[in-house]
Antibody, heavy 120, light 110 residues
Framework: EVQLVESGGGLVQPGRSLRLSCAAS????????MHWVRQAPGKGLEWVSG????????AYVDSVKGRFTISRDNAKNSLYLQMNSLRVEDTALYYC?????????????WGQGTLVTVSS | QSALTQPRSVSGSPGQSVTISCTGT?????????VSWYQQHPGKAPKLIIY???KRPSGVPDRFSGSKSGNTASLTISGLQAEDEADYYC??????????FGGGTKLTVL
């Protein structure tokens, strides 16, 4: 059974940093690209960042470029999101999502999310 | 990287059909045949219901169907049931490893 379990969220002041983690199990982690998607309270989904299976390609939404860094450790079956210079508007539930394999471009499994609250 | 445009809400009675539109640009929806749709119930993670514009994952009822014409993709739910009441999001690939979601549509089953 595929499982994605996010952790690392919490309350943080504007300008500070936070590192999110996603522990994956139930599939061969290093075969798949992985992504972060966030959802602000009461708002819609927003794709944040993605990383290829071998970390060769990383992509970001414009609003986090230069502040967030996605990474993965295939030996630990883990995905990370380093978030620096956090802003109030980064407040959201952050989901880890697995991209389907075989050249598909959709997310077939999602975690339950970890909540990040940026507030003074 | 502008969000795809969806109606904020739609509604229908049990047994009826509803269609949710999702409008993008040549950089996303019309540029790729990689539109997917997700259903999200309150407090739950999104669930994939349509991928590659019109394909259904195993286990998703055939009441759910997808299509695309030009810059606009559509999700149609026929034979509405109470459990279909949820938020629905479209998503399109927008170039290598980048994606864009729609703003979401709240479906109310009357």
């Amino acid at each position: 059974e595929v499982q994605l379990v996010e952790s690392g969220g919490g309350l943080v002041q504007p300008g500070r940093s936070l590192r999110l983690s996603c522990a994956a199990s139930g599939f061969t982690f290093d075969d798949y690209a992985m992504h972060w998607v966030r959802q602000a309270p009461g708002k819609g989904l927003e794709w944040v960042s993605g990383i290829s299976w071998n970390s060769g390609v990383m992509a970001y939404v414009d609003s986090v470029k230069g502040r967030f860094t996605i990474s993965r450790d295939n030996a630990k079956n883990s995905l990370y999101l380093q978030m620096n210079s956090l802003r109030v508007e980064d407040t959201a539930l952050y989901y880890c999502a697995k991209r389907v394999g075989g050249g598909g471009y959709y997310f077939d499994y999602w975690g339950q999310g970890t909540l990040v609250t940026v507030s003074s | 990287q502008s969000a795809l445009t969806q109606p904020r809400s739609v509604s229908g009675s049990p047994g009826q059909s509803v269609t949710i539109s999702c409008t993008g640009t040549s950089s996303d929806v019309s540029g790729y045949n990689y539109v997917s749709w997700y259903q999200q119930h309150p407090g739950k993670a999104p669930k994939l219901i349509i991928y590659d514009v019109s394909k259904r994952p195993s286990g998703v009822p055939d009441r759910f169907s997808g299509s695309k014409s030009g810059n606009t993709a559509s999700l149609t739910i026929s034979g509405l049931q109470a459990e279909d009441e949820a938020d629905y999001y479209c998503c399109s690939n927008a170039g290598r490893y980048t994606y864009v979601f729609g703003g979401g549509t709240k479906l109310t089953v009357l």
